[in-house]
């Protein structure tokens, strides 16, 4: 079975931090650009970070840029998204999902682009 699944979400504090996961099984993650997105209830889901499938381009949405850095370690088949210096704005349910590349070593947030999607994880900041 092929699927993806987010861990590391939760309740924290205004600047505090929080690391997702996201783990593949039933596929290799190596082959595909990953991306994070985010949705609020009521709000399209918007894309926030993403990284090719080197690891060694990433993109980040303006909102986030110089908080969130992502990363992956393909020999675990995993991605990450830390996220620093976090707002009550970041509040959302956090998606991972893995798709062909637009190209070599690059990746970006066009969302039709991923073909596997976990389920998400929520992440609240509040104080």
């Known amino acids: 079975q092929l699927q993806l699944v987010e861990s590391g979400g939760g309740l924290v504090q205004p600047g505090g931090s929080l690391r997702l996961s996201c783990t593949a099984s039933?596929?290799?993650?190596?082959?595909?650009?990953i991306g994070w997105f985010r949705q609020v209830p009521g709000k399209e889901r918007e894309g926030v970070s993403c990284?090719?499938?080197?690891?060694?381009?990433?993109n980040h949405a303006d909102s986030v840029k110089g908080r969130f850095t992502t990363s992956r370690d393909n020999a675990k088949n995993m991605a990450y998204l830390q996220m620093d210096s976090l707002k009550p704005e970041d509040t959302a349910v956090y998606y991972c999902?893995?798709?062909?590349?637009?190209?070599?070593?690059?990746?970006?947030?066009?969302?039709?682009?991923?073909?596997?999607w976990g389920q998400g994880t929520q992440v609240t900041v509040s104080s």
């Open positions: 990284i090719s499938i080197s690891g060694g381009r990433t």
């Open positions: 999902a893995a798709g062909p590349p637009p190209g070599l070593s690059l990746c970006d947030l066009t969302q039709r682009r991923y073909d596997y």
């Open positions: 039933g596929f290799t993650l190596g082959y595909s650009a």
